[in-house]
C-alpha cells in the first residue's frame, strides 16, 4: 500500500507556525517513505470558512516549498458520502437526537453541580452530554424532529461500544527509526455520546475525518498532540464503519514565547506575518527546528 500523508487544515484563519510544522512534518514523511502527500481542506463549518482563507492557506504552503497533487478535497463536497455512513450508524441503532443546547445542557449541568452532582467534562474541557433523549421511544423521537427545532445526531456511546472489543490505535514518529511505535488504549467513554451530525450538516469533524481518511487511502495520520484524544473516537467510528485502522502519531505542538499554543483567533505567528516582515522560507523551517 502506498504510503498517504495527508495535511488537513480548516480554512477558518490564517497559518500560523503550528500549523507549517504539521504540514512540513508530513510532506517530510512521505518524501522520506516515497509516499504521498495530500492536501486536505476541512471546510464543513460552513460560518467560519471562507474561500479567501483557502486560498491563503494553500499560497503559504507552496512558499514554504510544499507540493501536492490536485484538485484537493474539499469536506464540503463530501456531504453525500457522510450523510451514508450517518445512515449505517442509523441502522444499527446508534445515533439519537439531541435537542438541548449548548447554553440548556451547561444550565442542566451546573444545576445539578450546585446540588453536590458532580458531573464529568470530555478531554477538551466540554461537559458530556446529558441525554435525556437517548431512552425516547422512535416515535417521540420522530415527532420531536418533524417539529423544526434544531437538533444534533449523537453516538450513544455506550451502546455503540458494548458490542466492541477494547480498542487501541499505534503511533509510530514516521520520521524515526522504525520500531519506535507505542500502543495506546482508546478511552472513548471520555467523551460520551459526540455529535456526528446536525439537522443541517450531515457531518461533524469526528465523521468527516474517518470518511475521509478511508476515502484517500490515508496510511499515516500525522497531527498535532492537542488531538490525541480525538483519536479513541476516530477508532470507535473507523470499528463501527468498518474502515481500515491508519497508523498515527501525535507531534509536539508549537508554543508562543510566553508557552501558550498557538491560535488562529490570537492571529499568532500567522506565516503571512512572517512573510511580510522579511522572513524566508528556510528561516521558518529552521525556527521550526526541523
Ligand atoms: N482540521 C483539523 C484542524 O485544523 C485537523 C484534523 C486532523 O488532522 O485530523 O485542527
Redesign the pocket.
Known amino acids: 500500500m502506498l504510503p498517504t500523508f495527508?495535511?488537513?487544515?480548516?480554512p477558518n484563519g490564517y497559518l500560523h507556525r503550528g500549523?507549517a510544522f504539521?504540514a512540513l512534518l508530513n510532506a517530510r514523511a512521505a518524501d522520506r517513505t516515497g509516499g504521498r502527500f495530500l492536501l486536505r481542506i476541512?471546510d464543513i463549518d460552513r460560518t467560519r470558512s471562507r474561500p479567501a482563507f483557502e486560498a491563503a492557506i494553500c499560497e503559504d504552503l507552496a512558499w514554504l516549498g510544499l507540493r501536492w497533487p490536485e484538485p484537493v478535497l474539499r469536506q464540503s463536497e463530501r456531504f453525500p458520502a457522510y450523510q451514508e455512513a450517518l445512515a449505517a450508524l442509523d441502522r444499527l441503532g446508534l445515533l439519537y437526537p439531541a435537542f438541548l443546547t449548548r447554553a440548556e445542557t451547561n444550565r442542566l449541568v451546573a444545576a445539578g453541580e450546585r446540588a453536590g452532582r458532580a458531573w464529568p467534562r470530555d478531554p477538551d474541557g466540554a461537559v458530556l452530554y446529558p441525554g435525556p433523549e437517548r431512552d425516547w421511544p422512535e416515535s417521540r423521537r420522530r415527532a420531536a424532529m418533524a417539529d423544526g427545532r434544531p437538533y444534533a445526531l449523537r453516538l450513544d456511546m455506550k451502546r455503540a461500544l458494548a458490542g466492541l472489543p477494547a480498542l487501541s490505535w499505534r503511533e509510530e514518529d514516521p520520521l524515526a527509526e522504525a520500531g519506535d511505535g507505542a500502543l495506546f488504549e482508546a478511552d472513548p467513554r471520555a467523551w460520551g455520546d459526540v455529535v456526528l451530525g446536525r439537522k443541517e450538516v450531515p457531518a461533524s469533524?469526528h465523521l468527516a475525518?474517518v470518511v475521509d481518511?478511508a476515502h484517500q487511502s490515508v496510511t499515516h495520520?500525522v497531527?498535532?498532540l492537542d488531538?490525541r484524544p480525538?483519536t479513541a473516537v476516530h477508532r470507535v467510528l473507523q470499528t463501527l464503519l468498518g474502515l481500515p485502522e491508519p497508523l498515527y502519531f501525535h507531534h509536539r505542538l508549537i508554543l508562543d514565547a510566553d508557552g501558550r499554543k498557538l491560535s488562529k483567533s490570537r492571529g499568532s505567528q500567522a506565516i503571512r506575518a512572517l512573510r511580510a516582515a522579511g522572513s524566508t522560507p528556510a528561516a521558518v523551517i529552521a525556527g521550526l527546528g526541523l
Open positions: 495527508r495535511f488537513a487544515p480548516s500549523h504539521s476541512e469533524y475525518v481518511d495520520v497531527r498535532g488531538l480525538a
